[in-house]
């Protein structure tokens, strides 16, 4: 450690200067905005100086990151070998620093510089008040005139872009967004994609909505809309469930098939079909999940990385907020949440991907829906979306096809709204109407069972009882939904009856000509 001829050590902050100068090799936007605000001199460290004017030269030479330049002008300048200057990069690569934090990154360093500033000033005005030839005044009017500068020199780089500046942007994307080249995400849902415009890049959208609603069925039904039907990649953390149960719930929606037929290997010939098909389409859909017990916001962030550099993922999906963790001390739910949706934000961003988040509802000791600490999560959200029950049914009385409501409480400029949806239980789909519950979500190229596969289903059911295991008689009616699923209760299938019948205790005939989504 460099010290001064009186030995003290200046103030410097080399973690500081090394998350700078990663930042600025995670993404060329990070580079342009460090190299605005900092110059080589404001690193302590020699070697950061020469790094940092490296990319400074490369970056106004290619207007590019090329680490190779890099590595090369940095050896020139340092007198090092080009290996020693390869380890170091890889080294600072393996940190994988976050790019939405570089100019944070950035005032840090450039804080340690005007310390180390103020302080050789007012050294060198201590010893000039020492001396016997200097005027006192002279040394005051110097050193006064010397920091007046140095505070002025600490936020000259903090520029702020006028209005004018931002205008033609705007204007592009009014008009990128009236030609329907806005690469919005859509959920297959009117509310969402008509009323209010789909979900733009960059957006951190909460779904909130209390246990056995259905949050994680919505966002599923999202994520496959994005990756099946529009052939877009997707990610998934989850850590809820296991990934096998996850990927079945995603398999069975597709296929129009519930739980119990599967588990107890009650599938007609035309829903075997579409149960392999279903099966096939998601290996070939670019959906990918991230399943990691007690996974913090700061692991979510450092792999989301790697999704959208290497798989271009284009929405990130989170279920969900209260079994997140974090890697900072925190002890007060309220930070602990504020924070995390600080790092999810700050993902969505700095990736342009909107990124959605699911969100336990509940109710405070007024009885009040949403707690306020949960409200810590909605701070950062561009929209927020609830999901709900209607009043009027009671929930052990609902059927396995009833209606949601689904309010847009929070879209900044866009507005708010509500709406209703259908939500098949069995199924974990959601739809605008009862009818596209039956006619949207089937598999193309299934083939037809000729022999009433629903009447079949109903003999076959009917002679294997209750999937409850209670002695039940199995005559198909909905005597309720009996759920032991780890998942929310929101969707397993498991009914009473198990006869694979609505509410209304008319059979599904699910048409098979069309791909889902």
């Known amino acids: 450690m460099a010290m001064s001829s009186n030995g003290y050590i200046p103030p410097h902050d080399l973690d500081a200067e090394r998350a700078a100068i990663g930042a600025c090799l995670v993404s060329i936007e990070s580079a342009k905005e460090v190299t605005r605000i900092l110059s080589e001199q404001d690193f302590y460290k020699l070697a950061h100086q020469n790094l940092f004017g490296a990319i400074q030269k490369v970056l106004e030479d290619r207007g590019e990151i090329d680490w190779i330049a890099i590595r090369n002008e940095w050896a020139s300048r340092d007198g090092w070998d ?15 620093f976050a790019s939405s934090g570089a100019d944070y990154y950035a005032y840090l360093v450039r804080q340690e510089r005007l310390k180390r500033d103020a302080i050789a000033q007012m050294r060198t005005a201590a010893k000039r008040g020492l001396s016997d030839t200097e005027d006192i005044e002279d040394v005051l009017e110097d050193t006064t005139k010397i920091l007046n500068e140095l505070a002025r020199s600490g936020v000259q780089n903090c520029e702020v872009p006028s209005v004018r500046d931002l205008i033609p942007e705007a204007n592009e994307r009014l008009e990128k967004r009236a030609r329907g080249e806005l690469d919005t995400v859509t959920s297959g849902l009117h509310l969402i994609d008509e009323r209010f415009g789909g979900i733009e890049p960059g957006d951190f959208v909460i779904i909130r909505a209390d246990y056995s609603v259905g949050k994680t069925a919505l966002m599923s039904n999202i994520m496959l809309h994005h990756a099946v039907r529009r052939g877009e990649p997707a990610a998934v953390f989850q850590a809820e469930v296991s990934p096998h149960v996850y990927v079945i719930d995603l398999a069975r929606t597709l296929a129009g098939v519930d739980l119990w037929r599967l588990e107890n290997g009650q599938l007609s010939q035309q829903q075997l079909q579409k149960w392999q098909k279903a099966r096939s389409t998601l290996e070939d859909a670019p959906l990918y999940l991230d399943h990691t ?48 949706s600080h790092v999810l934000k700050g993902i969505a961003q700095e990736h342009g991907v909107p990124v959605m988040l699911l969100s336990q509802e509940t109710e405070d000791e007024s009885g009040n829906a949403h707690a306020k600490w949960a409200r810590a999560l909605e701070t950062d959200a561009d929209v927020v979306l609830a999901l709900r029950r209607d009043n009027q049914v009671d929930p052990e009385e609902e059927g396995n096809v009833c209606t949601r409501t689904l309010a847009i409480e929070k879209g900044k400029q866009k507005g708010t709204g509500v709406g209703q949806i259908w939500f098949h239980k069995p199924h974990l789909r959601m739809a605008d109407d009862r009818e596209e519950l039956d006619n949207l ?62 509410d209304d205790g008319e059979g599904f005939d699910v048409p098979d000509d069309e791909i889902p989504f």
């Open 293 to 340: 017990s007690r996974i913090s916001a700061e692991q979510i962030e450092r792999r989301a990385r790697g999704l959208v550099d290497q798989h271009d993922v284009s929405v990130i999906g989170v279920d969900h907020a209260q079994i997140l963790t974090t890697e900072e001390n925190i002890d007060r739910a309220v930070l602990k949440l504020t924070h995390i």
């Open 82 to 96: 080009k290996s020693k200057c390869n380890n170091y990069l890889h080294q600072m690569d393996a940190w994988r």
């Open 441 to 502: 979500y089937s598999l193309e190229g299934a083939g037809h069972d000729k022999g009433a596969p629903a009447e079949k289903a109903q003999s076959q059911l009917s002679d294997a009882g209750p999937s409850d295991g209670s002695g039940g008689s199995g005559d198909g009616a909905n005597d309720g939904e009996a759920s032991g699923d780890a998942r929310e209760g929101e969707g397993t299938g498991r009914t009473n009856g198990g006869s694979g019948r609505d």
